[in-house]
């Protein structure tokens, strides 16, 4: 796969994105709301080049990826007052054969065949629109913590 290929990879200029597509940018990762999930607060957490696989990390993506998930866990508890986090990542996908991270709000009314790897079931329906995506999106990057 060429580097134009692929979506995340050819996204690495983040600052001309809309909120939906660049929450967060840090460390050689991106974070972005899902664009096609129902489920609000979907977060995706995808590399700045291509990486098919987490052992074509280098230390300091690892590092970041670390932090990215813990802030972006935290953010999700302050705006959406999930219970937990989900993190995933199968780069399998058709179209999506690069790493990247699902981190999905596990909110306390989850219903039981939604819990788990049941979670995609929100991949398959109607998804939120642009302007919702860019509300939670906004509401996050408020709500992410400080570094001190």
Not at 14 to 39: K, M, Q, T, Y
Request: net charge negative; hydrophobic share 40%.
């Amino acid at each position: 796969m060429s580097k134009v290929d692929c979506y995340s990879c050819a996204q690495s200029s983040a600052e001309n994105l809309p909120i939906r597509e660049n929450v967060c940018c840090d460390g050689g990762w991106r974070v972005a709301h899902s664009f096609n999930s129902s489920l609000p607060g979907w977060l995706v957490i995808v590399p700045l080049r291509h990486i098919s696989s987490p052992d074509e990390m280098t230390d300091e993506e690892a590092e970041a990826l670390g932090r990215l998930i813990r802030d972006a866990s935290v953010a999700l508890k302050r705006t959406t007052n999930c219970e937990k986090t989900y993190v995933m990542m199968f780069a399998e996908a058709e179209g999506f054969s690069h790493v990247h991270f699902h981190l999905v709000p596990r909110m306390s009314d989850l219903p039981d065949e939604r819990q788990g790897p049941r979670i995609f079931a929100y991949l398959k329906e109607t998804p939120l629109s642009f302007a919702a995506q860019d509300e939670i999106a906004q509401n996050v990057r408020n709500a992410w913590p400080a570094r001190e």
